[in-house]
């Protein structure tokens, strides 16, 4: 973590600057003057943390943790906005979309992802379909949807060039209801500040250029979050950051700090991680003033008055060299340190310092071999806990939902989508880390996913066959068929909602999957696609589907 901090520092005033990219607040920094700074070796006493997440007793259904992100009444203002764009665009033509189409329309999308074709026609077409999407809803249905897919009124909207005018108009209801759900969850100890890069390279006025992430092009988002990416705030970079309300204007870079950390609660001793872009003496001061604890990389022209060695002078001396320095401002101690390893870095910190030290092991070219280098306290704790807004991307990346479209506001919204959704698997991972679940019990991402476009598209729904049923008869299938896979079980969810189940005979005989029963029948659910019995002596068909 610090290695990556070292090689962007040179550069990262060009990339990113204060001005952010020219479009921000011009307001300058409040910088301290004139602080004095000394040399120390005493060790800061570490604050305990006053706060306590309370463990759950047992883990929901995939589902139920998505459902409690977005809620239902998000989905019903989807629905009365889709409807009225449709009716505002051709009266003639009302869509007449429904909250349980909605659902089905964001399982399409999560099973998209998951598969990953390369077109969205193709899950309907003949040679690459896929059932679970192509049975679910009609080709021309999902289009219809995603055409007329919005969140807001336009006809209400305020215009270009008036005070009040939001960028971010057209997806604000969406943003405002998944940023109370995650405002809602408990907040964990050690916690951390970063962007994130939505991939986007279409036209708008909020695409931000950042070379040194994956993804150069996007939209920018502040997140924070904690060390295993659980997500409890975020903000939409538009353009300008505004100072936090309460708070003192310390320039752009401090003031979404102090924004995103406005809901941890005071004088609970949370420690917050950030990077060199963020920090400055008066963040730091004025968040331990609310007993909020940083450790963060650091300019040195930030440092005012500080003299540290040069980089040169450090690598003279070698690998592993630290100086480490103290200051009294307006009450906050805070300590200086400048670590060398393959190159050197700056960090800042209001309750870590060097001691105790630790060793890490590296890589020397000369040798070519493996030595030990001495390794500050501080620089541990940072790279223990700031790596979580980059796990989070990482996860958000395996499965992105990257569907086509020509609406600019479409991409911010299938990234909140898939935004939810980890933070759902996250959630759902802490709460099985709490009952001593062993981890190969444990749903991957990609299962959990599945399960939640599978409740999605199939809870409370009747799926509706398309078409004329199959000319072709028993004799021309082929004698000897290969070993068939094991059925799967349908979801918990899906298997009790007593909707669209219905007994048909099929030709093929199967085991009854009722558990106690090993009769051979002819009879499937409709909807489960199981094998039951259902006669007069055993009824397994009911039993199945009751609670």
């Known amino acids: 973590m610090v290695e990556n901090q070292q090689e962007e520092v040179q550069s990262e005033n060009e990339e990113r600057g204060d001005g952010e990219n020219g479009e921000a607040c011009q307001q300058q920094y409040t910088r301290a003057k004139n602080l004095e700074w000394k040399k120390c070796r005493t060790i800061l006493p570490v604050p305990q943390w006053k706060g306590r997440l309370t463990k759950a007793t047992d883990v929901k259904h995939p589902a139920e943790y998505f459902r409690g992100l977005l809620t239902s009444s998000c989905i019903d203002n989807i629905v009365e906005q889709t409807n009225l764009y449709a009716i505002q665009c051709d009266p003639s033509k009302p869509l007449k979309v429904t909250a349980e189409e909605i659902e089905q329309f964001i399982g399409i999308c999560f099973y998209m992802s998951v598969f990953g074709l390369p077109g969205c026609r193709m899950y309907w077409q003949s040679a690459t379909r896929i059932d679970c999407v192509a049975n679910t809803m009609a080709l021309h249905r999902w289009e219809a949807i995603k055409r007329n897919l919005h969140f807001a009124d336009n006809l209400k909207q305020v215009p270009i060039g008036e005070p009040a005018y939001d960028k971010l108009y057209k997806v604000l209801p969406l943003l405002t209801s998944l940023l109370e759900k995650f405002q809602a969850i408990p907040i ?21 250029y950042n070379p040194k992430k994956p993804k150069r092009w996007g939209y920018k988002i502040f997140v924070l979050a904690d060390s295993s990416g659980i997500v409890y705030n975020f903000e939409v970079y538009t353009g300008c950051i505004s100072p936090c309300n309460g708070q003192p204007d310390i320039g752009a870079s401090g003031n979404i700090v102090l924004t995103l950390s406005s809901i941890i609660p005071d004088n609970s001793s949370h420690k917050l991680f950030f990077d060199n872009w963020f920090s400055s003496v008066d963040l730091q001061m004025l968040l331990e003033k609310r007993k909020i604890h940083c450790i963060c990389t650091v300019r040195t022209n930030r440092l005012a ?11 003279k001396k070698g690998r592993g060299d630290f100086e480490e320095k103290e200051t009294i401002y307006k009450g906050v101690t805070l300590r200086a340190v400048k670590w060398h390893d393959n190159r050197a870095v700056t960090l800042l910190s209001t309750f870590a310092s060097v001691n105790p030290t630790t060793t890490v092991m590296r890589w020397d070219k000369k040798r070519k071999t493996t030595v030990q280098v001495k390794c500050p306290s501080i620089v541990t704790k940072y790279n223990k806990s700031m790596g979580g807004v980059d796990l989070l991307d990482s996860l958000i990346a395996l499965y992105r939902t990257k569907i086509r479209s020509k609406k600019w506001y479409h991409r911010l919204v299938f990234h909140m989508f898939d935004f939810a959704v980890v933070e759902a698997w996250l959630l759902y991972r802490r709460d099985s880390r709490d009952c001593d679940i062993p981890p190969k ?3 991957s991402l990609a299962k959990f996913k599945a399960e939640v476009a599978g409740c999605l598209c199939m809870e409370r729904k009747a799926l509706k066959r398309r078409g004329r049923p199959s000319q072709h008869s028993e004799e021309e299938q082929p004698e000897k068929r290969p070993k068939t896979p094991v059925e799967p079980r349908p979801s918990t969810l899906v298997r009790f909602d007593q909707t669209g ?14 558990s106690g029963c090993s009769g051979i029948v002819k009879v499937q659910c409709s909807k489960c696609v199981t094998y039951l019995c259902f006669s007069v002596e055993r009824n397994c068909f009911v039993n199945f589907h009751k609670q």
């Open 305 to 315: 008055g500080c003299c540290l060695p040069t980089d040169q002078d450090m690598k």
């Open 188 to 208: 964990d100890e050690n916690l951390c500040v970063d962007e994130q890069i939505v991939p986007f390279k279409g036209k708008t006025p909020m695409k931000q």
């Open 501 to 514: 189940h219905w007994p048909v005979w099929v030709e093929r005989k199967g085991r009854c999957k009722y």
């Open 441 to 443: 019990d444990v749903s």
